[in-house]
């Protein structure tokens, strides 16, 4: 896939006042500070496309962008941010929840996973619920310039052990690194097959 154009849309503190739900639109998340305006920014290869902020908790919107003039990325809220008050982090928790279960056009979730941490309680919690409400979802392996291949390896296979504790089989990862555009093609591709495969 090519992006050739790639724009801001919008920002949204409500599910309701996002765009017409009349294309197929994809969504990324994960705990704050995990890179996610940064994955967006090397996917589209478009450096000022996702604002990038030095402090975690940037991100407080819905935030659209259009991809080719015919599908949506959107960069949500991290979650899990310790230094907000409990009040804002519930409106954030309300935001994100509404939006993962209310968006209809919404055809995949990409979850954000530091690689070089183990497995997060807040991760593996977050993944669960979104496999009780039956959300489709992948996970991205942020950061993995970081790490040799031996202990990428190990971190996809910790999480997914944790997963299979409970699961009957674990959704598909991805290993990226926005510094050194690791995983691009990757990904840019199970987009594509998924724009030409589902339906809305």
Request: overall charge positive.
């Amino acid at each position: 896939m090519d992006i050739v154009k790639s724009e801001f849309l919008m920002s949204n503190s409500t599910v309701a006042k996002c765009p017409a739900p009349d294309r197929h639109e994809y969504a990324f998340i994960g705990r704050s500070n995990v890179g996610k305006s940064s994955l967006i920014n090397m996917l589209t290869n478009n450096k000022r496309l996702a604002k990038i902020a030095n402090k975690p908790g940037k991100t407080q919107l819905i935030n659209h962008f259009s991809i080719n003039d015919s599908w949506y990325m959107v960069d949500l809220p991290g979650y899990g941010y310790a230094k907000i008050s409990g009040t804002i982090r519930q409106e954030f928790q309300k935001m994100i929840s509404d939006y993962i279960l209310k968006r209809e056009n919404l055809i995949c979730l990409f979850v954000l996973i530091d690689s070089r941490l183990a497995p997060q309680k807040i991760d593996l919690e977050f993944m669960e619920w979104l496999g009780e409400n039956g959300v489709p979802f992948v996970m991205i392996f942020t950061k993995v310039d970081k790490l040799s291949t031996s202990q990428r390896l190990k971190c996809m296979k910790d999480y997914h052990d944790e997963l299979l504790k409970k699961w009957e089989s674990t959704p598909l990862s991805f290993m990226t690194s926005a510094e050194k555009h690791l995983g691009r093609e990757e990904v840019l591709g199970y987009l594509d097959e998924l724009n030409n495969t589902v339906k809305l």
